[in-house]
């Protein structure tokens, strides 16, 4: 069972999946952990971020030999792993906005961040390659409950965290 926990950057994924790996007594892959330069094909300067090539990537956990592992970072839904669950962690953009400030994320990046969580990507890009897809809203959760809603998705009993009822398309209408 491979279960890729993702979301954009500041909803919760490192801080949860540890503990969600430990609660199954399963290996827990971080993708940062895992760069290196042969799996960096350069630098986009402007958007302040490596640029991953993900066959490389992939490659590299393939030769891992995984049988049960959580893998989490904001582009593991990228990976072609078959029958994997993918949980996107989502929140607020107001929400993520404060937690990226805290971060220590400059005005640009948070722009660009919020942007890509009020369009869904991340849960875009998981559909466009796997079948079981999940999402919970942190916004308001303690880690403990998204590790329990985690658990609950990874059980098969996650049907309330189908995709479909977080809505944030609106949140940049009539916004500089």
């Known amino acids: 069972m491979?279960?890729?926990?993702?979301?954009?950057?500041g909803t919760g994924k490192s801080t949860t999946a540890q503990?969600?790996?430990?609660?199954?007594?399963?290996?827990?892959?971080r993708i940062s952990d895992l760069i290196d330069k042969n799996i960096?094909?350069?630098?986009?300067?402007?958007r302040e971020s490596l640029e991953i090539d993900i066959g490389k990537l992939y490659e590299k956990i393939k030769k891992m030999e995984l049988k049960d592992t959580v893998i989490d970072g904001h582009l593991s839904h990228l990976l072609p792993f078959e029958d994997a669950i993918v949980i996107v962690l989502r929140a607020r953009?107001?929400?993520?906005?404060?937690?990226?400030?805290?971060?220590?994320?400059?005005?640009?990046k948070i722009k660009e961040n919020l942007e890509a969580e009020a369009?869904?990507?991340?849960?875009?890009?998981?559909?466009?390659r796997h079948k079981k897809v999940y999402e919970i809203d942190t916004?308001?959760?303690?880690?403990?409950?998204?590790?329990?809603a985690e658990l609950e998705i990874i059980s098969g009993k996650g049907e309330s965290y189908l995709p479909g009822k977080i809505d944030?398309?609106?949140?940049?209408?009539?916004q500089d």
Request: hydrophobic share 40%; net charge negative; with cysteine.
């Open 2 to 9: 491979i279960i890729l926990i993702t979301g954009t950057p």
């Open 19 to 29: 503990l969600v790996a430990e609660a199954l007594g399963v290996q827990n892959l």
């Open 40 to 46: 960096v094909i350069g630098r986009d300067e402007e």
């Open 93 to 108: 953009p107001e929400v993520l906005e404060e937690r990226l400030k805290a971060k220590g994320f400059n005005r640009r």
């Open 119 to 128: 369009i869904d990507v991340c849960l875009i890009e998981s559909f466009e």
């Open 139 to 148: 916004s308001e959760l303690s880690p403990e409950e998204v590790i329990e």
């Open 168 to 174: 944030w398309s609106g949140y940049f209408l009539g």
